[in-house]
């Protein structure tokens, strides 16, 4: 498409705004323009010439005597870039090849061809024609009258290309990218290089690209490390050091200091930097998108206002000069011209000297030009191509938000957009990770059902505006599931007991918050929309003992709710707390020490067992054969039995193998004390473990009541029935292609799911030193609602820290809460539906998990499909209702409802996402990926997901915001950061020496821990602690805990000469550097300097000085915030172990993976293949 040019020659011309202390007319009126007169003596003013760098005339000023007519698109659509640019849809994949259902890559809902984006088309911010009544909004005469095309509702328009399915549809991998080491990469680890770009060089003679300053700069550069490509755009504005306001960016004098953004605040590249000549601003996206359906806001950020249609009328161009007027005194060069005639570079110059400031001056830079400046390339939105818009925001709501922006801006109120509506270049963002924890996006619904949603700690969705129809969900490539945490420890918690538990009749959901009421005496389902009779019980508040409306009920007023069940939701007398412990005791066992501390701690806590007057409890040891032990009240020692006859196990005794906890307290007490020196007699020698059949003789024992069985085991089963082989190759660790990931035998998966059938719950923890098949026996674990812990290494003389691990954990365990023979329902709205289940459970029925434990660590994931549209209503729902019996007796019924708002606009779907939520689920899809195929595949599906995420946002822009980028919005910003992150965990890495035992440990946690404890194994938190101050800090029981910031995961970020600790959810690192400071040592480890500092310590002295307890203040902290209390490992800079805390700076390249920055390269040359 070219510029049209109007009648006579004469291009559309820019007025200017009015002389200072002239006069000011009135606002343009439909149809005419009202222009300041020139001064008195003073020449028509002539306007300077502008020429579109693709294609199209240059802009000429009118003749005198003339108006500026209004542009008008030779082709009747909208005035924007060249058809290339306009389509702003990616180009088809090259190598497009067909693919079975079980094939790699992105998640598709059946087998085919995996089709491109499609093309979106944008609309330009120059579309004005004639036809619609001119938009004013006060602003400063002499302008054209700027008019809009009359807005459509209908949806966005694509192409007629079907979409790749994302992950959804039935969970199946496809594949269409090839994902390898990307070519002549940067070879530095996390900051860009000038030299290694594709870029154009910069325009502008003499300039360089200041990357700390974030502008041009004449001069000679001093350095280029972490300079953006020749040819970078300059953002207009750069943040207050002191986070005040956007300041302008000028030309430096040499010999300046460089000034870079301070940590936590935006930086001035947010969007894209601006055009270089300053057309443009990086602060202030513009209107001109995807045009959106007009329908209410279905997703707004936290602390968006809404504000009234308020336009606002095209500003004059920040560089626009006009010949013969004089510049003003203070204004200062503009970049890349002469300090020659004209107006000054920027929209608020000074006034000239005796001049009084302009009423209608325009307000500052974040302008963009008026109607009929073509856009630059590379310029951001503002210049001519827009953002997307706001969430949930129409066309014109957009307009009265900027307007608004632009009012804010005159009054020095306001001088930047929200960050939730800007769009990042990441290849440009050098410190992504902020200070402030991410939160997740809060879904846009009415007040009182946005105060009464489930906590996004327990009930979160992908996506917080769920699309309306399946084809929606495949245009936006994005994953759709939920993520759930059940039975996670709550400090408040609204519990009813009632005869009465109101329900669905016809989808059995509970009553919740989000239904609706017809009548004082019915209500209608939100998820089946089916009108239910209320109970007249209902009526009666049980806070206030009074009658009155529902809506004071607590069902309706809380989102997590809980029930005492009534008799008929028990089908048998609710089953006791049975605890039986089965321990290792071959030689290989007893040779690391643990027996000594699991009796120890297990004699500490045996009164903390939740549990009643029933509670029992048992042991059961093995070697090569199973010893039982009689524990009955009317003993005066424990008795042990011996079984030397493995391959059919049977029970000694008919009773007395398991005793009650109170009535044979001194028994166990013995047993307790006896057992760490019991089988070290050289009798009890043995290297044999008959872990199967000690398991099949606690499934014969518990069998008639259920219970939890816990298993010790340090070495690999070799003994009777379900014995192993080593199957690992040291040398095959770093292959590229991990095997023996899938387990040797169905034995343990057999044996877990007729635990299953007998309310048995399996939890194994594995203290290994040697390869133990991991893969194998956490198949007794994963089908029966069990845990899993690994502590590889273990010793109590060697590795002091696993030892310190265990304990910790084995208190946690022994004293957290417990559910028992429960059952987990999950339901949804009419038109979704759950298709695949990850977590340790058994599926008893579509939609039914069985957990004959259920426990406060265990997380569930769950994706779901569209299958019919959601036109119903325009919310929807899900719902989880988990009923289990508490360790008192009682059955118990807890419910959690997650509401959502539903949605047409694919925007609005785009900056709901909950990118943590988001890598979760396909962590657990990936990890089930590298099981059923290969670690390759799954590695490169994710890497795919990604893409295609990131794509799906950048066909809604223009290829000039694409150009040299890697587009994305607020809601996307840290998903590259997350898949890189995940590409080097242990489940997924490749290249890398690991353990076949500890990458299925990882692939464990992926698919079974809550979110919060998942998202710190991948991205960890590090902090510098050698200088910590009370300010900034926390007030906790009237003591100030330190608070650092929080520093990106790169070797740039660690200091010799300081003091580093780095939080992983599992372990806590301190690294200190060579360089440290006396001080510190004496102050904090007692130590006269970093030499003196012995390798491997695992404590911290407790030293009465500020530095030793603000450090141990801050550790006591971060180790609150979890489940269990991670050990403290102090690793020296030049420590033979450091690798274990440098593996976690995951934004460095390694040898066998990308940096953080190359691999944002690798995802660019994947958009443009």
Not at 92 to 118: D, E, K, M, V, Y
Not at 960 to 974: D, E, H
Request: charged letters at 15%; one cysteine or more; proline letters at 13%.
């Amino acid at each position: 498409m070219s510029w049209n040019q109007p009648p006579n020659g004469q291009p559309g011309m820019m007025q200017r705004p009015p002389m200072p202390g002239g006069p000011v007319s009135a606002p343009p009126m439909p149809g005419g323009h009202i222009s300041a007169p020139p001064m008195p003596g003073q020449q028509p003013p002539r306007y300077p010439t502008f020429s579109h760098s693709v294609s199209g005339p240059m802009l000429r000023p009118p003749l005198p005597g003339q108006h500026p007519p209004a542009l008008q698109p030779s082709d009747g659509k909208s005035i924007g870039p060249p058809p290339s640019n306009i389509a702003g849809g990616m180009k088809p994949p090259q190598n497009q090849n067909t693919f079975p259902p079980t094939s790699i890559g992105r998640f598709s809902s059946h087998p085919g061809t995996a089709p491109p984006l499609p093309s979106v088309s944008t609309q330009s911010r120059g579309d004005y024609s004639a036809q619609g009544p001119p938009i004013s909004n006060g602003a400063p005469s002499g302008f054209p009258p700027m008019t809009r095309p009359p807005q459509s509702n209908a949806p966005i328009s694509g192409s007629t290309e079907l979409l790749p399915a994302p992950y959804h549809g039935k969970g199946i991998y496809s594949n269409t990218t090839h994902v390898g080491p990307p070519l002549n990469l940067t070879p530095t680890n996390s900051e860009p290089s000038s030299l290694n770009t594709s870029r154009v060089p910069s325009p502008i003679p003499n300039q360089h690209f200041d990357a700390l300053e974030g502008q041009f700069r004449s001069g000679t550069p001093n350095s280029n490390l972490g300079t953006p490509p020749p040819g970078s755009p300059v953002p207009l504005s750069t943040p207050s050091p002191r986070g005040g306001p956007l300041r302008p960016n000028f030309p430096q004098a040499s010999g300046s200091s460089n000034w870079a953004p301070p940590r936590g605040h935006p930086p001035s590249n947010l969007v894209s930097s601006a055009n270089m000549a300053g057309l443009g601003n990086s602060n202030f996206p513009s209107t001109m998108a995807a045009q959106q359906p007009s329908s209410p806001a279905l997703y707004q950020p936290a602390g968006q206002p809404q504000f009234p249609p308020v336009s606002r009328p095209p500003m004059l161009s920040s560089n626009a000069m006009a010949p013969g007027m004089p510049r003003a005194a203070s204004a200062p060069t503009a970049l890349g011209y002469p300090p020659g005639q004209g107006l000054p570079p920027h929209l608020n110059p000074a006034p000239g000297p005796g001049l009084p400031p302009s009423a209608n001056t325009p307000p500052g830079p974040n302008l963009p030009p008026g109607p009929g400046v073509p856009p630059r390339p590379g310029a951001p939105p503002g210049v001519g191509y827009a953002a997307p818009p706001a969430p949930g925001l129409n066309h014109n709501t957009q307009n009265s938000i900027y307007g608004v922006n632009n009012q804010f801006s005159s009054m020095g109120l306001q001088n930047q957009v929200p960050l939730e509506l800007r769009t990042f270049n990441l290849l440009q963002e050098r410190n992504i990770l902020t200070d402030s924890p991410v939160v997740p996006p809060v879904p846009n619904l009415p007040d009182h059902l946005k105060r009464n949603n489930c906590s996004p700690d327990i009930f979160r969705c992908t996506l917080s505006a769920l699309p309306q129809s399946n084809s929606l969900l495949q245009k936006s490539r994005l994953p759709l599931g939920i993520l759930i945490h059940p039975f996670k420890d709550l400090s408040h918690l609204p519990v009813i007991q009632s005869s009465v538990i109101v329900r669905c009749r016809a989808c059995r959901t509970y009553i919740n918050p989000f239904v609706s009421f017809i009548d004082q005496r019915r209500w209608r389902c939100n998820l089946c929309f089916r009108a239910n009779e209320l109970p007249d019980e209902f009526n009666f508040d049980p806070v206030t003992k009074s009658y009155g409306s529902p809506e004071r009920r607590p069902e309706i007023k809380s989102a997590t709710i809980e029930f005492i069940a009534p008799s008929e939701y028990m089908l048998r007398p609710p089953q006791p707390c049975v605890y039986l412990f089965l321990l290792d005791v071959s030689y290989t066992a007893l040779q690391t020490g643990y027996l000594q501390s699991f009796c120890e701690v297990l004699a500490a806590e045996i009164d903390k067992l939740p549990g009643d007057s029933r509670t029992l409890i048992g042991f059961i040891t093995y070697n090569s054969s199973v010893h039982f032990y009689n524990l009955s009240e009317e003993l005066s020692t424990p008795q042990m039995h011996v079984v030397s006859d493995v391959d059919d196990v049977f029970l000694p005794l008919p009773d007395g193998l398991v005793a009650n906890l109170q009535g044979s307290r001194a028994l166990i007490n013995q047993l307790l004390e006896q057992l760490p020196t019991f089988h070290q007699d050289e009798y009890y020698k043995d290297d044999g473990s008959a872990l199967g059949a000690a398991l099949q003789a606690a499934v014969k024992l518990l069998s008639a009541s259920g219970g939890r069985v816990t298993v010790v085991q340090t070495s690999i089963p070799n003994t009777g029935p379900g014995k192993l082989q080593n199957r690992e190759d040291p040398n095959q660790r770093a292959s590229s292609k991990p095997a023996n990931l899938q387990p040797a035998t169905d034995f343990y998966k057999m044996l877990s799911l007729e635990a299953a059938g007998q309310q048995i719950a399996i939890d194994m923890f594995l203290l290994n030193t040697q390869y133990i098949d991991h893969a194998s026996l956490g198949g007794a674990a994963r089908h029966c609602g069990g845990c899993l812990y690994s502590y590889p290494g273990f010793h109590n003389m060697h590795n002091p820290a696993e030892v310190e691990r265990f304990e910790a954990d084995l208190k946690r365990y022994l004293n957290r809460k417990i559910g028992l023979e429960a059952v987990m329902r999950v339901r949804c709205t009419k038109g979704l539906a759950i298709h695949t289940f990850h977590g340790n459970f058994f599926v008893r029925s579509t939609d039914l998990l069985s957990l004959p434990n259920i426990n406060p660590d265990a997380g569930f994931g769950m994706q779901v499909s569209i299958e019919d549209n959601l036109t119903d209503s325009p919310y929807a729902a899900f719902q989880a209702a988990l009923l289990y019996t508490s360790s008192k007796g009682e059955r118990r019924i807890r419910v959690h409802t997650l509401c959502l708002p539903v949605t047409t606009s694919l925007t609005d779907i785009i900056n709901s996402v909950d990118q943590q939520a988001m890598i979760g689920l396909l962590a657990k899809m990936a990890v089930d990926r590298s099981i059923n195929t290969a670690v390759s595949d799954a590695r490169e599906a994710l890497v795919n997901a990604c893409v295609d995420a990131l794509g799906a946002y950048g066909a809604t822009l223009g290829n000039q915001q694409r150009m040299g980028a890697v587009p994305s919005p607020y809601s996307l910003r840290l998903l590259p950061l997350y898949v890189s992150a995940m590409l080097k965990h242990p489940s997924l890495r490749l290249g890398v020496s690991t353990k076949t035992d500890d990458r299925v440990h990882a692939m464990d946690d992926c698919k079974a821990l809550p979110l919060s404890q998942l998202m710190l194994q991948l991205v960890p938190e590090l902090y510098p602690v050698h200088i910590l101050t009370d300010e900034g800090g926390i007030l906790k029981e009237d003591i100030v805990i330190p608070q650092p910031p929080r520093l990106a995961l790169n070797s740039g970020s660690i200091d010799r000469n300081g003091a580093f600790l780095l939080d992983t959810g599992t372990y806590l690192y301190l690294w200190v550097g060579s360089a440290i400071s006396p001080t510190f040592c004496s102050q904090v480890f007692n130590r006269p300097d970093f030499s003196s500092l012995e390798d491997g310590l695992c404590d911290l002295p407790e030293l009465e000085n500020e530095m030793s307890e603000r450090l141990r203040l801050f550790i006591s902290h971060l180790t609150d915030r979890k489940p269990g209390s991670p050990p403290l490992i102090i690793v020296r800079e030049d420590s033979r172990n450091r690798h274990v805390f440098i593996q976690y700076m995951i934004e460095d390249k390694t040898e066998s993976s990308m940096s953080y920055y190359e691999f944002l390269q690798h995802i660019q040359k994947q958009q443009k293949s």
